[in-house]
Every structure is written in structure tokens, then in C-alpha cells.
């Protein structure tokens, strides 16, 4: 850490603190050129990649359009905000731990597609409609089959019974 006083390079860390809500560092210095002291504050700094939309352009990530696309789809639907916020941080927390710095918005339509299949059919199928830019009636009736598709049942268990006496 450069000294703010007198520019020197050489600066030592004289003491160290976490302060209360433990998501940052307090550290005093000491400048080994001139003397002086100062404090320096060290927190995380957490950066969303870029959105590279399929023309090519980058954006930088918005929480809020991601909340947009969730409110269209859900229009009308019975889905309680907290699910949404819930999908909406699963998928914030997916995009960090990518730890990329450039992302395709493909590949954020197939995670908001994957939490809105889990949250509601009607919203999956909407958003569906719109993010594979259907072309005809026979892509929903895909999509629709899709949807329809039975759920992967548990294996049955054999009850044993006790031996007659």
C-alpha cells in the first residue's frame, strides 16, 4: 500500500481489525519513509459478469430485469414472491460461483427456465413461448409434452411381512 502522505511504496501494517458485521478489515499503517499512520479499509467486492446478449453486445448484469422476466411470466399466477426471490438469488449465487467474467444471456433464459419449471407450468410455458420465439402451434404442443411428462417415480419398496407362528 502506497503511504498518502509522501508516496512511499513501503508502508507496514501496524494493526488489524474485523469490525462488528465481519465483512471488513480495519488496518492501521505506518509509513516507513516519513512516519506517518493511516487506516485502510479492506472489504469484498463481489463483480456479476457481463451479460454478451446473442448480437453481441454487453451489458452489465441487472437484478431487476431478471425480477421483470420472472413478474411476466408469473402474471396472474398463484407463486408467492418469497419463490421468487428464492430463484432469483439461486440464480444470482450460480452466476457468481461461475466466477466468469462474461456470460451468454442463453444461458441465464435456460436457468430462469429451469426455476419457473420448478415454480410454475403455466409461467414455464410462457416464458417458453417467448425465449424459444415459437414459430407455430406445434411448438407448444412440444413444450406441452414436455410439461406433461410424468415425474420419475420412487422406486417401490417390498413390505415383508412377519412369518405366521
Given at each position: 500500500?502506497?503511504?498518502?502522505?509522501?508516496?512511499?511504496?513501503?508502508?507496514?501494517?501496524?494493526?488489524?481489525?474485523?469490525?462488528?458485521?465481519?465483512d471488513?478489515?480495519?488496518?492501521?499503517?505506518?509509513?516507513?519513509?516519513?512516519?506517518?499512520?493511516?487506516?485502510?479499509?479492506?472489504?469484498?467486492?463481489?463483480?456479476?459478469?457481463?451479460?454478451?446478449?446473442?448480437?453481441?453486445?454487453?451489458?452489465?448484469?441487472?437484478?431487476?430485469?431478471?425480477?421483470?422476466?420472472?413478474?411476466?411470466?408469473?402474471?396472474?399466477?398463484?407463486?408467492?414472491?418469497?419463490?421468487?426471490?428464492?430463484?432469483?438469488?439461486?440464480?444470482?449465487?450460480?452466476?457468481?460461483?461461475?466466477?466468469?467474467?462474461?456470460?451468454?444471456?442463453?444461458?441465464?433464459?435456460?436457468?430462469?427456465?429451469?426455476?419457473?419449471?420448478?415454480?410454475?407450468?403455466?409461467?414455464?410455458?410462457?416464458?417458453?413461448?417467448?425465449?424459444?420465439?415459437?414459430?407455430?402451434?406445434?411448438?407448444?404442443?412440444?413444450?406441452?409434452?414436455?410439461?406433461?411428462?410424468?415425474?420419475p417415480?420412487?422406486?417401490?419398496?417390498?413390505?415383508?411381512?412377519?412369518?405366521?407362528?
Amino acid at each position: 500500500m502506497k503511504c498518502p502522505f509522501c508516496s512511499a511504496p513501503d508502508t507496514q501494517v501496524v494493526d488489524s481489525r474485523v469490525n462488528e458485521e465481519g465483512d471488513s478489515v480495519r488496518r492501521r499503517r505506518r509509513c516507513g519513509a516519513c512516519d506517518k499512520r493511516f487506516t485502510t479499509y479492506e472489504t469484498v467486492e463481489l463483480r456479476m459478469p457481463s451479460i454478451v446478449k446473442a448480437n453481441g453486445i454487453r451489458e452489465e448484469f441487472d437484478r431487476d430485469k431478471l425480477r421483470t422476466g420472472f413478474v411476466r411470466a408469473l402474471h396472474k399466477r398463484p407463486v408467492p414472491t418469497e419463490y421468487v426471490d428464492g430463484a432469483i438469488e439461486r440464480i444470482t449465487q450460480k452466476l457468481l460461483a461461475l466466477g466468469e467474467r462474461e456470460i451468454a444471456s442463453r444461458r441465464i433464459g435456460e436457468m430462469v427456465m429451469r426455476e419457473l419449471y420448478r415454480l410454475d407450468k403455466v409461467a414455464y410455458i410462457r416464458f417458453a413461448s417467448v425465449y424459444k420465439d415459437f414459430q407455430d402451434v406445434e411448438d407448444f404442443r412440444d413444450v406441452l409434452k414436455e410439461v406433461e411428462k410424468p415425474a420419475p417415480s420412487a422406486p417401490r419398496r417390498r413390505v415383508r411381512r412377519p412369518a405366521a407362528s
